[in-house]
Each structure stands twice: as C-alpha cells, then as structure tokens.
C-alpha cells in the first residue's frame, strides 16, 4: 500500500468527518472558579449555581430578561457628533468608537426600548459596559433624555439599569454636561408624577453615581454590585484609612441605607412589576 493509502486518505476522512465542537460550551464563574454548561448558564440568568455570583449581562440580555416575550420595541436614539474634541490618545477617539461598535453591535453605551413588564408598561434604559466601559458621554445623556421624553409622553415608568466607568473622558467638558442633563432628564419624570426606578448593576462608578443613578425613586441593586464614585484605593490615600470590609458593594449600601433593596436577578423582573403596579398613578387615582 502507498503513502497515499496508509496516510493522506485516513488524515482526509478524519478532516471531514470531524463533529465542530464550540469553544463556549462551558463557562468558568470569576467568583468560584466552577465551570457551569453553557445552558445552565443562561437558564439562571448568568448567575453561578454554586455560588450565586452574578455575571455581567449585555444590554441585549438585560432587556430580553426584563421586558415579557416579544412585548417591546427598541427606539432609534439620537447621533450627537461622534468626535467633537477630535481626541486622541494611545489611539484615535473614533477607532475606539469603531471598535466598540463592530464588538458590541450598538451604536453607542445605551439601548432603550418601551413595552410590557408582567403586562405593566415601561420604558427601559439599559448601559452596555461592553461599550468603552459604559462610559457617559454625549450619546448617553441624548438617550437618557429620550428615554425620559417617552416616559412622560406614554404616561409610564421609566426604569434605567446602570453599569458604567463613569464620564467618557475622550469627549472632554461634553462628557461631564451629561450630568446635569440626566439629573434634568429625571426631573421631567418626576413632575410628571410618575415613577422613576434604578437598578445599579456591576460596576456603577464614577460620573454616573453622581448624576442620575442615586436618583431614583426606588433604588435596586443587584447582588455584590459595585457601587461608588471613586475607586476604594482612591478614597483610601485621601482619607488616610483602611476602608471597611466589602466597601463599595450592594449589601453594605443596603446596611447603610444608601438604597432600598438588593434583588436577585431571577427575582427583578417580578420585583419590577410589583413595584410599577404599587406605584402607579393611574391606580392611586382611580383609588382616590
């Protein structure tokens, strides 16, 4: 027998009949380090069955996960000028707009869309940490107002889950308007007596935590979230003391009563309509 027999027609075959196995069959939690089946994972809503550490979530998923089946519809948000500093550091402002763009498939750091949350209607605004770290910037502060706009305009709740650095340093003194205008954004909700609802999720930093995300009406975190505006080592050196155990984190802002409530995930959409149908002026009217 040749070479050709004993060696290229076995390797051949072997080529073609090989199954294509993916490569993200199997998950490792950054907590525990336990390695969870793709489909348990998203079963539980990316929290770790060992040890019930919540992942990081796309903004995709967090509105799959929120809104009821096929009950919402995402709305096409403003294009502020895409470079207005023509900034530049290690690289161009715009190829890490590029970038993040081709990775994430969003136009920016933020998705809002309107429809049903256990029949109880919303309008959600969700941050995409994916995008430049979630960081504010013109586009944010354009879509938190949009967001607003529609809330007041439908009449419903106007509920926005955090997770962002902070302001987009790339765009300057632009960055840091976006801070009193998503505090006015809230506003509009508000003296529209209607409910405006936080969910701060992993990480809320920065100028985020100090413009709208502590504003809410009810604030909701979700377990072992990151919350602050400085970092901890930060606040560290300027204070000059040791910080004290699990600083900075959901649970020890509930114990100090920074927020109201720190809620699994599989438990916020339930929490969320509650909350709404509790809140709701339509009911207390009627009530009244």
């Known amino acids: 027998m ?9 390797k051949i075959r072997t080529l073609f009949t090989r199954s294509s196995v993916p490569d993200n069959l199997w998950h490792q939690c950054p907590a525990c380090q336990q390695m969870i089946f793709h489909r348990d994972l998203t079963a539980s809503l990316k ?10 979530a796309s903004s995709d998923e967090r509105l799959e996960w929120t809104f ?16 207005p500093l023509r900034f530049r550091d290690t690289k161009r402002y715009a190829d890490r707009l590029k970038e993040a763009r081709d990775v994430t498939h969003m136009d920016d750091a933020i998705a809002v869309a309107h429809g049903t949350i256990d029949g109880e209607k919303a309008v959600v605004a969700v941050m995409e940490f994916g995008f430049i770290g979630g960081s504010m910037g013109a586009a944010v502060g354009d879509a938190i107002v949009a967001a607003a706009r529609l809330a007041v305009l439908q009449q419903v709740p106007l509920i926005v889950f955090t997770a962002s650095g902070g302001a987009r340093m790339q765009e300057g003194a632009v960055s840091l308007m976006q801070m009193p205008r998503t505090v006015i954004a809230t506003r509009l909700v508000k003296d529209a007596g209607l409910p405006f609802i936080v969910v701060l999720t992993d990480p809320t930093t920065g100028g985020v935590t100090a413009s709208f995300a502590m504003l809410g009406d009810i ?5 072992g979230a990151m919350i602050g505006f400085a970092g901890a080592r930060v606040i560290e050196q300027t204070v000059r003391e040791i ?4 600083f900075q984190r959901a649970e020890y802002l509930l114990e100090h009563g920074i927020i109201d409530m720190v809620v699994k995930r ?4 339930a929490t969320l309509a509650r909350i709404i149908s509790l809140l709701s002026v339509k009911d207390i009217r009627a009530a009244a």
């Open 266 to 269: 599989t438990d916020l959409k």
């Open 47 to 56: 929290v770790c069955s060992n040890c019930g550490h919540h992942m990081r």
């Open 2 to 10: 040749s070479w050709l027999t004993e060696y290229v027609r076995p």
């Open 243 to 246: 910080l004290p155990e699990g």
């Open 68 to 83: 009821d089946a096929e009950a919402f519809t995402r709305i096409e948000l403003p294009k502020p000028p895409a470079d």
């Open 219 to 223: 604030q909701i975190a979700e377990p």
